[in-house]
């Protein structure tokens, strides 16, 4: 609740000079009463005129310090009493110059002065700090009506301020309001194990201290995907923002999390159909390349792998002859061959019109292999078209990494070398390149179908 600054009205006690005139009286008093009484002095002093000079004496001293101390004093408790119940413009004045109580009436007010300062600002802050406190509570509102979830955090005391309810609702092994533990448990349960140590490492309380506070970063984001109750993944958008509290040397944040799901999967659709053949389905042919040179240059240098090149005979006489939907009938069905003859992490791609590329990768023996091209010539003799006595075939050719080459493009010639070779001798068979300049066999010439079975 905000302070209420009210004016009140000022009351002053005032010692004024021409009391002194007063007080010159006073003190002369008993001394007229007693020449009065003895006619100037002439007559002798009784024992009552002792005792009338005295009480008159007595009734002098009294006025005089009530008027020079008590009224004055009580003035003063007035003031302070008038002060502590609030009226913070209480002042007390006296002009007994150079008198304590006139250094003393100074110092008060010099006090009042500086409480009245503070009251007021300490009223204007406070007033600022609802407003604040408003808007924080409609910033909230709107973030909480945008968002999945929102929360506020103390980094420095490692203690969820805001938002715990939330969370604990949704993902109820949360029995804890400790940020960094909440982070761990998330990242262990329900963070996708793809994104589970990103997730960790963005998040946790060391990365965070380090990012806002050593290099100039207002805001951290991450994209990660978290399970669901139906056993799949969710897509949300997490952004942290720093809190600057030059108040307190706490570091604090909020977050706020948005559910993406449906915006990620357009971009994934987008971008798969982006790196897809639009006909076939594989991969195109720079994503093809792309992927292969990321593999031998990267996880799978040092392993062996065959660069297979497969193309379809006579495929212009199938598009002369029976039109462009059959050829095109054909290629979809030896793309489907292909992917289902090879592993996932092989990778198969279209990178011409009928020709398609495979990377087999960490081949265990030639025999393998050998088997692999084998099952490919099975699979295009159970490719049918609506012309069913016309029987596809398909030519293959082979190179080997390391063997003959650890380049991209030196395998992907090689290969097509060894393709036209399988063309040359017949068709419907393949070819290795040979096995390189260090390899088993070096310079090894063109064996066509020697290996074949």
Excluded at 210 to 221: G, S
Aim: glycine share 6%.
């Amino acid at each position: 609740m905000a302070l209420t600054y009210v004016p009140y009205k000022m009351e002053v006690f005032v010692v004024k000079k021409r009391l002194w005139c007063l007080y010159i009286l006073l003190i002369l008093l008993p001394v007229i009463v007693l020449a009065i009484m003895t006619e100037g002095f002439k007559l002798t002093v009784t024992g009552l005129d002792i005792v009338i000079f005295i009480c008159v004496q007595a009734l002098c001293i009294f006025l005089i310090s009530h008027f020079l101390l008590y009224r004055p004093v009580q003035g003063l408790i007035n003031v302070i009493y008038r002060a502590i119940k609030g009226d913070y413009h209480a002042r007390f004045f006296s002009y007994d110059t150079g008198g304590v109580l006139n250094r003393l009436s100074f110092a008060f007010n010099e006090l009042m002065n500086c409480v009245e300062s503070q009251m007021k600002e300490l009223s204007e802050n406070r007033i600022l700090q609802n407003k604040l406190y408003e808007n924080e509570k409609i910033y909230r509102s709107a973030l909480e009506l945008t968002c999945e979830r929102l929360f506020e955090a103390d980094l420095t005391h490692n203690k969820v301020l805001y938002g715990y309810d939330s969370y604990h609702r949704a993902f109820p092994f949360l029995q804890t309001e400790m940020y960094d533990e909440m982070i761990r448990l998330l990242s262990e349960k329900v963070v996708c194990t793809k994104d589970a140590k990103k997730f960790c490492g963005t998040f946790s309380r060391s990365n965070l201290a380090d990012t806002f506070l050593h290099k100039n970063t207002k805001e951290v984001t991450m994209e990660y995907r978290l399970l669901n109750n139906s056993g799949g993944f969710v897509w949300y958008f997490a952004t942290v923002v720093f809190l600057n509290s030059s108040e307190t040397d706490s570091l604090k944040i909020i977050g706020y999390i948005k559910n993406i799901n449906a915006r990620k999967k357009h971009e994934i659709e987008i971008f798969n159909q982006s790196q897809k053949d639009g006909l076939t389905g594989l991969y195109n042919k720079k994503v093809t390349q792309d992927m292969i040179e990321s593999f031998i240059s990267g996880d799978g240098c040092s392993g062996h792998h065959a660069l297979i090149m497969v193309d379809i005979d006579n495929f212009k006489r199938i598009n002369d002859t029976m039109g462009h939907t059959e050829g095109d009938s054909a290629l979809v069905q030896v793309a489907h061959k292909l992917k289902s003859l090879f592993r996932t992490s092989d990778i198969v791609g279209r990178v011409g019109g009928d020709e398609f590329l495979t990377l087999m990768k960490n081949i265990s023996s030639l025999d393998v292999l050998i088997k692999k091209l084998d099952s490919i010539k099975q699979y295009f003799n159970e490719i049918h078209l609506k012309d069913n006595s016309f029987r596809i075939s398909g030519s293959i050719g082979v190179s080997f990494y390391p063997y003959d080459s650890t380049s991209f493009f030196e395998l992907y010639k090689m290969s097509d070398a060894a393709l036209y070779n399988s063309k040359k001798i017949g068709k419907n068979c393949f070819s290795f390149y040979g096995f390189g300049n260090n390899g088993e066999k070096p310079d090894m010439a063109l064996q066509p179908d020697k290996n074949s079975l």
